[in-house]
């Protein structure tokens, strides 16, 4: 019992296996009549479902904002939590359980206040940073020509201390006490040293008398660091803390004896909560405060370790899961067998084998090196140590897998149906339910493959159609940024009925889910909102057709409706062939998507044949430009020529008009003048007469040499096999080639490496077997030399025509 406040105080660590097995043994000693836990007060209010029966840990309490920018406060559970069993505890015993910190909502207000204090602290630091860069770079350099001529060992021992000056100045005065601690107990972080003095307690007592010591020393390391430091505030929001539990205690006195409360806080809260001053009522009222909603969600041991960044858990949850049952058990040292058995568990069924020998080896190893450290039990690093040693033949990286499954684990909670939801929640579960999806909802990454088409095998239209009512359900999934499923893309050519997913539940997207409550109460109806909000938030004709093609993929034609004005208005005036060919895309994979999704797109046609009209009218006077923005132009081409393939309805006389007059006209880049020309023989539109015609004048004498081989690598994007059966197209060819002299053969053959490289070998072969019969020569020979290696000189010419001289 506490000499100042006498209430019954047990600190403990957040996720300590130890400090759960004894807070119950506390208790049973003690016999509270009220539990007070440090967590915020308003989750008290969640204590009924944490301790229900059917609530599976890890799970976590969160509160959100209402009104965006939604903040939140996570609070997470595993079974050998000490406040979760100091929960469990109070009602197997009948026993009054309360949170006692900061509200949630006051939580969630400092946090706003102190973001822009923040902000403007780092950009001091930064302006400080420049300030001394100058200095530490002379500094460094001094440091440099003086561990020039110093020993080893100094050299050593002058790194370190500078090391230590830069990292006293990157941390606050806590995080510096455990960067300390690590370094004086030689481990890498100060988990081994906690883990060997406190969760290998002996008994209850020693526990608890041990974590309120270790909590003392770090507060009063702590100030005393600060006090050097020159901070005057320190910690305001431990101190603001610590207030108000105090206060919440001594209000509980008034109805319970206080030598009947119990507490359980974090050590370094103990002394505070013993010795210090309670809010006045007061100063509780003029807490800032933001209205906040409370919910429950299922966690993961990987969320719970420090890998995902929750500062408050450890480094290896499942095996602390190991050590907490082996307390259950009455045998802590369990842990050690269990932890090396399930390494070698995980190996053999990976397909490596591990043999008993090893397993022994490594148990012994790890009990030696716990001993040469003073400790009966091994810790995790020692376990570690033995099983890379006797299970990894001294590689981490053989047994890396199996140890990120017995430290980390995959395990992840459970809630049952309809406990503490929002809205979205229970709307998203009753999806995974009626989409057969629940099995998906797994740390575990798994592949979904969806046949969109409907079933003709089945009994009931809900059966026929559950792929494409699954895939309306994930896209609507994937365009609020919830984590859970991930589109990858698949080849099908000329089919939209395939989809591929990744699906991997994680705490984040429970998280999202809360999140996306501001933007409707179902998955659809924020969906919607989001496309809402995207087709009014742009001009860019592109992005807007986005949102259309987007809203066919969720099933949603209703929400098409937000862009399709928008996107008429902008058609007008849309200048760019790319921009415009960009959304005829997205329009025209809506328009397909809508016999295959049963979905009616048909008031999408007028606004296609809108930006299809646009495009051809732009399209020939937007080829009259430099090669660089002939890239651009040449993708739009592209895709128009791709939309009038694939839709019936555009018209495609017109389409051919436009090629025939940017495959004539002299005046516009010439590789989109061959690509034109090459558009139309694609679609058997101009015959052996008018390509021979277009061939002698595009490779005529007098024609420059990039310009005639800029036509031809046009041209050569297309057709291949037609183009290699024109003979008189490689005559021509030839004959233009024998009329240039040296520099501009120089000047073309730049442009003719480039027309041939997307060319196959065998392709190539018959290129040369024409040039052949031409040359009359053995066409057989001619594809010998022409596939042979270079030789050094014919190396050396090319590696010149990088920089050769165009006069461009």
Not at 122 to 146: D, F, I, L, R
Not at 586 to 595: E, N, R, T
Not at 652 to 664: C, D, G, N, P, S
Request: glycine fraction near 6%; charge should be negative.
């Amino acid at each position: 019992m506490a000499e100042g406040r006498k209430a019954n105080i047990f600190g403990i660590r957040h996720l300590s296996p130890a400090g759960a097995h004894y807070v119950r043994e506390f208790f049973d000693q003690v016999q509270p009549q009220l539990i007070l836990i440090e967590g915020p007060s308003d989750f008290s209010e969640m204590l009924p479902f944490l301790t229900d029966k059917q609530v599976k840990p890890p799970v976590a309490i969160m509160a959100y904002t209402k009104e965006a920018p939604i903040r939140t406060v996570l609070y997470p559970f595993a079974e050998y939590s000490p406040e979760y069993q100091a929960a469990l505890w109070a009602k197997e015993h009948g026993c009054q359980c309360r949170f006692m910190d900061l509200p949630s909502g006051v939580v969630l207000a400092l946090e706003e206040i102190e973001e822009p204090i923040q902000k403007e602290m780092v950009a001091n630091g930064q302006k400080e940073k420049e300030t001394a860069e100058g200095a530490e770079s002379q500094t460094e350099t001094e440091y440099q020509e003086k561990t020039d001529y110093q020993n080893d060992t100094e050299c050593r021992e002058e790194t370190d201390f500078q090391a230590e000056a830069k990292y006293q100045g990157k941390m606050d005065p806590v995080s510096y006490i455990y960067h300390r601690l690590d370094q004086v107990c030689g481990e890498e972080t100060h988990e081994t040293f906690w883990e060997h003095v406190l969760e290998q307690a002996a008994d209850e007592e020693a526990y608890r008398k041990g974590v309120a010591l270790f909590g003392e020393n770090i507060r009063f390391l702590s100030m005393e660091k600060a006090k050097e430091e020159g901070l005057k505030k320190g910690s305001y929001k431990n101190r603001l803390r610590e207030a108000y539990m105090c206060y919440i205690i001594d209000q509980a006195a008034a109805e319970v004896p206080m030598e009947k409360i119990a507490v359980v806080t974090g050590a370094f809260h103990v002394i505070g909560l013993t010795e210090g001053k309670a809010m006045e009522e007061k100063e509780v009222e003029k807490l800032p405060c933001m209205e906040a909603m409370t919910t429950m969600m299922p966690y993961s041991y990987y969320r719970l370790s420090m890998r995902a960044g929750y500062g408050a858990g450890n480094c290896a949850p499942a095996y602390y899961e190991l050590l907490w049952k082996g307390f259950c058990r009455g045998k802590p040292e369990l842990a050690v067998y269990e932890y090396l058995a399930r390494i070698a568990e995980f190996l053999r069924n990976s397909g490596n084998p591990v043999s008993s020998a090893s397993v022994i080896e490594a148990v012994r190893l790890s009990a030696a090196l716990a001993q040469l450290h003073g400790y009966q039990i091994p810790a995790l690093k020692d376990l570690r140590d033995g099983a890379v040693t006797c299970i990894g033949h001294g590689r981490f990286s053989e047994i890396a897998l199996g140890v990120a499954d017995t430290e980390t684990g995959t395990k992840i909670g459970s809630l049952p149906e309809g406990m503490s939801q929002t809205s979205v929640q229970t709307d998203f579960y009753q999806k995974l339910e009626e989409l057969r999806l629940t099995k998906y909802k797994s740390v575990i990454l798994q592949d979904l493959q969806l046949d969109l088409r409907e079933k003709l095998n089945v009994k009931s239209k809900k059966a026929a159609l559950i792929d494409l009512e699954r895939s309306f359900f994930l896209h609507q999934l994937r365009i609020l940024q919830i984590r859970f499923a991930k589109q990858e893309s698949i080849s099908q050519e000329k089919a939209t009925w395939g989809e591929l997913w990744h699906l991997q539940w994680t705490p984040e997207a429970e998280i999202q889910l809360v999140e996306t409550v501001l933007k409707g109460d179902t998955i659809r109806q924020a969906a919607s909102f989001v496309l809402k909000e995207e087709a009014e938030g742009t001009e860019k004709i592109g992005q807007v057709a986005h949102v259309i093609e987007e809203a066919y993929c969720c099933g949603m034609p209703e929400a098409a409706e937000y862009g399709r004005k928008t996107l008429q208005q902008l058609a007008v005036d849309a200048a760019s062939v790319e921009e415009i060919s960009q959304a005829a895309e997205s329009l025209s994979l809506s328009v397909s998507y809508g016999d295959i999704r049963h979905l009616d797109a048909s008031f999408l046609i007028p606004v296609l044949d809108q930006l299809f009209l646009r495009a051809c009218l732009i399209l020939p006077e937007s080829c009259s430009c430099d090669d660089q923005g002939a890239k651009d132009v040449m993708s739009g081409m592209e895709r128009l020529n791709r939309l009038v393939r694939d839709q019936e309805f555009i018209d495609e006389e017109r389409w051919v008009k436009v090629l025939y007059e940017i495959a004539k006209r002299d005046d516009l880049n010439t590789k989109l003048s061959g690509l034109a020309a090459a558009m139309l023989l694609e679609r058997g539109r101009m015959d052996n007469v008018s390509l021979g015609m277009e061939v002698e004048r595009r490779l005529s004498k007098g024609m420059p040499a990039d310009l005639g081989a800029g036509w031809f690598e046009g041209l050569a994007m297309k057709n291949h096999f037609a183009l290699i059966a024109r003979m008189s197209l490689w005559e021509s060819l030839s004959g233009y080639l024998d009329s240039l002299d040296d520099q501009e053969f120089k000047r073309a053959l730049v442009f003719l490496r480039r027309a041939f490289a997307d060319f196959s070998s065998a392709e190539k072969n018959s290129i040369a077997e024409n040039f052949g019969e031409i040359w009359q020569i053995n066409p057989r020979q001619v594809s010998e030399i022409l596939n042979d290696n270079l030789s050094e000189g014919e190396l050396e010419l090319l590696a010149d025509l990088a920089d050769f001289d165009f006069d461009l």
